[in-house]
């Protein structure tokens, strides 16, 4: 057999398994992520690549999406925006005109401000993990949220917070971006209606890795509750070791935006005891440890939880890709949200459609705190 045919059969016979693997009438169905890779975001948006990735997998080793009587293979196709709106903008561009994709996840809250217009203009679908108020508003119809925006858990989370910690004098830190601008003035609001008093309100810039100066400021104000908020993973563990090597003490808490891995690796387990945080799974649920095994299995590394959320939120946009029976239409995709939900998350949770606009699906937060170096759930907010 010459070397030209043993191409041309091996060829055929790689095309035969994949035919039997997919179904052998089984189209693909093209989905874009478009997330954080590289960066300070890249925790949160590895594990929403990955999420889509894994729950992709799944899809199609069963044979592939139904969709209308047809099965489709799910191809995820992802890119890098580095949490940079324009580069989430040359992402989407190539995404939509060069690889033909309807469907797509824009992860952070840049993405979906710079491109929410541009999702109803061109008529594609996609979700989103954004926490900003203003990612959904009322011309919203092709975009939902994959979780809880602050607005919605954060009045039982303070509430939590009152209830269950004496300390009283706050400070508030976040980034000096749009995301940060509005998650301060929400946290300044609810600390204040449960009897916080904010003592000081500081906003810094993402490329600042000192901050001593900032703290060295908000530490003379004595407070003895720093809250953290919006700060990306890796930046939160980095200002508690600093916090801590000014001396400070008091309870740090962190109300949006967890990853205790990558807190924990920055900041180190002895500057980190203690401190409270807001999750989006409780680790310990084995639906969630599945999905986390895949990852490990993937990427060699511990996930952010950023996972749970995603994967879920894929499940309800694929849910809603095959009860509205076509994938080129995705204004019935949009309108088949509602149809689909509620229905139980991975945790065993119930996931339902609500928010502003009832375009969010409405998630469960836990409470963890870190205790020689692991997380510990505390309660659920509600």
Request: proline share 5%; charged share 20%.
């Amino acid at each position: 057999m010459n070397l030209r045919r043993t191409i041309i059969l091996g060829g055929l016979g790689l095309a035969s398994l994949a035919m039997a693997a997919g179904g052998a009438h089984a189209e693909t169905l093209k989905v874009g992520v478009i997330a954080p890779l590289t960066g300070g975001g890249a925790p949160w948006g590895v594990a929403a690549k990955e999420a889509a990735t894994i729950l992709a997998r799944d899809i199609n080793a069963k044979g592939g999406l139904d969709v209308g009587g047809k099965k489709y293979q799910i191809r995820i196709i992802a890119y890098d925006d580095q949490y940079k709106a324009a580069t989430a903008v040359a992402a989407y561009n190539r995404l939509v005109n060069e690889d033909g994709v309807k469907y797509m996840l824009l992860h952070t809250t840049p993405d979906a401000l710079a491109l929410k217009q541009n999702v109803e203009n061109d008529k594609v679908m996609a979700i989103t993990s954004s926490a900003s108020s203003q990612a959904i508003d009322a011309k919203t119809t092709r975009m939902y949220r994959t979780n809880s925006p602050p607005e919605n858990y954060m009045p039982p989370l303070v509430a939590w917070f009152a209830d269950h910690i004496k300390q009283r004098r706050l400070a508030l830190v976040n980034p000096n971006d749009e995301l940060g601008w509005g998650f301060s003035k929400l946290q300044e609001s609810l600390f204040k209606q449960h009897g916080f008093a904010i003592v000081d309100n500081e906003l810094y810039e993402r490329s600042q890795q000192n901050f001593q100066p900032l703290f060295t400021k908000v530490l003379a104000q004595k407070p003895d509750v720093i809250d953290l908020g919006s700060v990306p993973p890796a930046t939160t563990g980095l200002m508690v070791r600093q916090l801590r090597e000014l001396g400070y003490k008091g309870l740090v808490i962190k109300t949006s935006g967890p990853s205790p891995k990558e807190i924990l690796e920055a900041a180190g387990k002895a500057a980190a005891e203690g401190m409270i945080m807001q999750l989006f799974t409780d680790p310990s649920n084995p639906g969630y440890e599945r999905i986390a095994a895949a990852y490990r299995k993937d990427v060699g590394q511990e996930p952010n939880e950023m996972l749970l959320v995603v994967y879920d939120g894929f499940r309800v946009f694929f849910r809603a890709i095959a009860a509205s029976g076509t994938v080129n239409d995705t204004a019935k995709v949009a309108a088949a949200f509602p149809k689909v939900l509620p229905m139980k998350g991975t945790l065993g949770d119930e996931l339902s459609l609500g928010g502003r606009f009832d375009h969010t699906i409405m998630t469960t937060t836990y409470i963890g705190v870190f205790h020689d170096g692991k997380v510990d759930i505390l309660g659920k907010a509600k």
